[in-house]
């Protein structure tokens, strides 16, 4: 699975179509008639062997017999049929086919893509619609009409969708670059179709709708590489679901739920919205505002309904309506009659002339505090809509970023949406959605800061992984899968959690009230069982015990109601623990659990016994650092709580955030870690502590950074280097390098920048310094040099960098240094590291495209063991190679 040959699927130069057929209703005849009905410029082949000739077209009887190897196949043909026709088609040297046919076995579906391997043919399929390229006007699909050209590409997992949302953006007028049927995916999926869009000049925006992921990590880096370059949006079905099955831990019980899908959603910086026409109004409005997003939002309206209509949405949607600066207020009573609204929303009063739409409208945009302005307009018989929207539209074009419109009505206001269209402004048919659209923006910019951070696997403070993990192989040793309340308490303290003091005794109330003595009353005691996870639910807990005679009377009642109660669970003691007077704390969970899919999660949330009743919780898939963790937090109700009301001082933020970084890092550490329940983690304004905790291990590694779905920032990849009686640090780039970058691409000399980029460049745009330092590390490697100056700043020396296809067969690299230390060594240095690091990586070949006239890079990659492709050369660019399966380097 890859990204090869998608070309020849998505914009192939010929097709045929084996089973092309005459018969009313099939499959063949249908999209025979779709292709030969298209604008498609290419040849259309057919085959089938029982008819000559179909629509006055000549076909042939067998695939051997086509005068020249389409591109594209489209195979309309019965299950058994289909591996014999893939390999017939690759032998020939077609690259890409579309199966359509339905009903295909495991055994066949292996089969075809046996035989699909050899050719690195790409299937798309089976049992799918089909794909429409509008802009080549391929239709290859069975779909009952065609699609309008345009720059949005839509990939569904169902068919049937596909044909619906052709008929509701055909009547709105949206056009696709392409529209893809997935089908049941044996080789071309989500993450391939995003590789491919996201580098596709003609697509603007990715549109899915999916049902389910495989490949999690393949799809979170091609996710997350996409994002990084346009809006990608998604419809996930299946929201309801039935992921809370029973578990061990209140964690565990999420596994496989949708809260875990929309936290890949939210990390890999897309947008997930709840129905298909938000997935099309989101793609609208992103084009519009993507670049500038405003944090408020100020209605202007010459109704008071409309107003309250609009402020109503921003109230139930969070978004802030700001109040007017003083500033902005003397200047709108300059222009406004007496009886305006002097607040947001700005009423002009419904007899306004087109002078004070055009004067407010001015000042509004004038003011930055005012964010981005909505514009409403209810037609009226003072003076007509378009007339408006003609007076406006030469302000509305200068900031078509900070405005949103809506037209309320219909065929009275048509002429004046589409000025404002064609001022290049997002219009809207309701005040709600215009609110519910702006708060979208507000998710995506959230989602869009999380793929600037790059975390590493250990992030948290020191941690005694050695008496963490003796504890989780005592436990496995003895034959357990659950730790304990002290076994989960030890491994929580061996990574700096605060818990409470605990000690286990005899199922004895004499030994329960010696430890008590010990420990100072009051105190509580639970029910210590390898068979009870949760103690609460069979009484196994009694809290603020004051006393010997209390805490006696609570242990013979306490036996008694478990053995009533569970029978044949082993009870093995009591634990005795130190009552915590917190009365001001908050009651929090966090947790960990391994998901089917998208493997280690971290679950943060309000706790306490009701926490199933309360459901207030959010997922993140680690790793986790301080942003990310706080990001966690704040998606939560509870964390309004954290933020402290009346008497209730703020809670230590710090310190939540450090407990979930911490259990991030323990997913990583321990791969055996199952569940994880901290419950109730206390927090207020002196820290936290865990008064509780469950833990259940595996044998089997379940967790560790292998199954994380992102990959770790690789700190252990850092070295200091001794140069030329320099210290040198020599680390994968991050993200908060972006300023020492640009500093370093300034200080370059105008040939080392040509050289490098092929081109002469001032700057490096915004978006492309973002790109090249915030890389995903399954697929991506740059080192930086850097260097401590004397006054302690650090300086950029030079970089390399590889990127490999998502094949990881080859990967190419280029490498750039300071201007002054070119010719030094310190070059090929930072190459013999990609060497061996992409040689650990299991990638086969380093490819450099080196321009003629750069004899420097030449010299080090002859150096370097590179042999010249010249198959592979042209007249400006030498092309070499570096096979990486060798062990040695030629040439040294």
């Given amino acids: ?504 005794v005899g199922a004895s109330a004499d030994e329960a009230v010696a430890a008590a003595v010990a420990i100072g009353y009051p105190v509580a005691l639970k029910i210590l069982s390898p068979d009870i996870s949760h103690k609460s639910d069979v009484g196994g807990v009694v809290l603020a015990l004051a006393d010997a005679a209390a805490l006696r009377l609570a242990a013979a009642q306490m036996l008694a109601r478990v053995r009533s109660v569970r029978p044949s669970a082993r009870v093995t003691g009591f634990t005795v623990q130190a009552m915590v007077r917190r009365p001001h704390a908050q009651e929090l969970i966090v947790g960990a659990s391994v998901d089917p899919v998208f493997g280690p999660v971290i679950l943060f949330g309000q706790g306490g016994t009701a926490v199933e009743v309360v459901v207030d919780r959010a997922i993140g898939l680690p790793p986790l650092n301080r942003v990310l963790a706080r990001e966690l937090v704040a998606t939560t109700r509870v964390s309004r709580l954290l933020a402290g009301y009346r008497d209730h001082a703020p809670a230590r933020m710090d310190a939540i955030c450090d407990v979930l970084v911490s259990v991030s890092q323990m997913l990583a550490d321990l791969p055996e870690l199952a569940e994880l329940d901290i419950n109730p983690l206390l927090a207020d304004g002196d820290g936290v502590i865990a008064l509780d905790a469950r833990l259940r291990v595996t044998p089997a590694a379940s967790a560790g950074t292998a199954r994380f779905a992102i990959q770790p920032y690789p700190a252990e990849l850092a070295e200091t280097w001794a140069w030329q009686g320099r210290q040198l640090l020599v680390r994968p780039i991050r993200p908060d390098d972006e300023a020492r970058h640009l500093a370093f691409a300034g200080q370059l000399a105008p040939e080392d920048i040509r050289l490098r980029f092929f081109s002469t460049r001032r700057e490096l745009p915004r978006s492309e310094l973002a790109r090249l330092v915030q890389i995903d590390y399954d697929r991506e490697m740059a080192f930086v040099v850097i260097e401590t100056q004397p006054d302690g700043t650090q300086r950029t020396l030079g970089v390399v960098r590889a990127m490999a296809d998502p094949d990881n067969i080859e990967a190419e690299f280029a490498i750039i240094l300071a201007t002054e230390l070119q010719g030094q060594g310190l070059g090929q240095r930072l190459l013999d590291k990609m060497v061996a690091y992409l040689r650990g990586h299991g990638t086969q070949r380093l490819v450099a495209l080196v321009l003629r006239e750069n004899t420097g890079m030449r010299e080090l990659a002859m150096q370097g063991g590179f042999a010249l492709d010249t198959a592979g050369s042209d007249r400006d660019a030498f092309r070499y190679v570096l096979d990486l399966k060798l062990t040695t380097k030629q040439g040294h």
């Fill in 1 to 504: 699975m890859s990204i090869r040959h998608l070309d020849q699927l998505l914009s192939p130069r010929s097709v045929v179509v084996v089973g092309a057929s005459n018969r009313p209703g099939s499959v063949g005849a249908t999209v025979w008639r779709n292709l030969c009905a298209g604008t498609f410029a290419g040849p259309v082949f057919g085959v089938n062997r029982k008819h000559a000739e179909l629509d006055g077209v000549a076909l042939a009887a067998r695939v051997g017999d086509l005068p020249e190897a389409p591109d594209l196949a489209v195979l309309c043909t019965p299950p058994d049929t289909v591996a014999g026709l893939i390999a017939e088609l690759g032998e020939l040297g077609t690259r890409a086919a579309i199966v359509m046919t339905a009903g295909l076995s495991v055994a066949q579906k292996q089969a075809a893509l046996d035989a699909a391997r050899p050719h690195l043919l790409r299937l798309l399929g089976p049992n799918c619609l089909g794909l429409l390229s509008p802009r080549i006007g391929l239709n290859a699909s069975f779909a009952h009409i065609d699609a309008l050209p345009g720059d949005i590409a839509f990939v569904s997992q169902s068919g049937a969708l596909v044909t619906a949302v052709l008929d509701w953006a055909r009547s709105r007028h949206i056009g696709f670059s392409h529209m893809v049927s997935l089908g049941e995916r044996a080789d071309v999926d989500f993450g391939d179709l995003l590789d491919h869009f996201a580098s596709d000049p003609h697509t603007r925006a990715i549109l899915l709708y999916m049902e389910s992921i495989e490949h999690p990590r393949k799809f979170m880096s091609a996710a997350r590489a996409a994002a990084r370059n346009k809006p990608v949006i998604v419809v996930k079905a299946g929201r309801a679901g039935n992921g809370l099955q029973a578990a061990a831990s209140h964690t565990g019980a999420l596994a496989g739920s949708d809260v875990v899908i929309d936290a890949a959603i939210r990390r890999a910086g897309m947008l997930r919205v709840e129905t298909l026409q938000d997935l099309f109004m989101a793609a609208e409005t992103l084009a519009h505002f993507r670049g500038s997003p405003q944090k408020g939002l100020t209605l202007m309206t010459n109704g008071g309904g409309a107003g309250v209509m609009a402020a109503d949405a921003a109230a139930l949607a969070g978004v802030e309506l700001p109040p007017l600066s003083q500033a902005l207020h003397t200047r709108l009573d300059a222009v406004l009659p007496p009886t305006w609204s002097r607040g947001n929303p700005v009423d002009i009063i419904g007899d306004a002339p087109v002078e004070r739409y055009t004067a407010t409208l001015r000042a509004l945009l004038d003011a930055p505090d005012a964010g981005a302005v909505l514009f409403m307009h209810a037609p009226t018989a003072i003076v007509r809509s378009e007339d408006i929207a003609r007076a406006c539209a030469p302000l509305a074009r200068e900031a078509a970023g900070r405005l949103m419109s809506c037209w309320l009505g219909d065929a009275g206001v048509a002429e004046a949406r589409r000025v404002f269209k064609a001022a290049g402004v997002a219009t809207y048919d309701t005040p709600e959605e215009a609110v519910r659209a702006f708060a979208m923006l507000a998710r995506y910019a959230s989602n869009q800061a999380l793929l600037t951070e790059a975390p590493t696997a250990s992030e948290a403070g020191p941690a005694d992984r050695a008496a963490a993990r003796a504890v989780v192989e005592a436990a496995l040793a003895d034959g357990r899968d659950m730790l304990d309340e002290l076994e989960a308490k030890a491994v929580l303290q061996a990574y700096g959690m605060p818990v409470v003091p605990t000690v286990a």
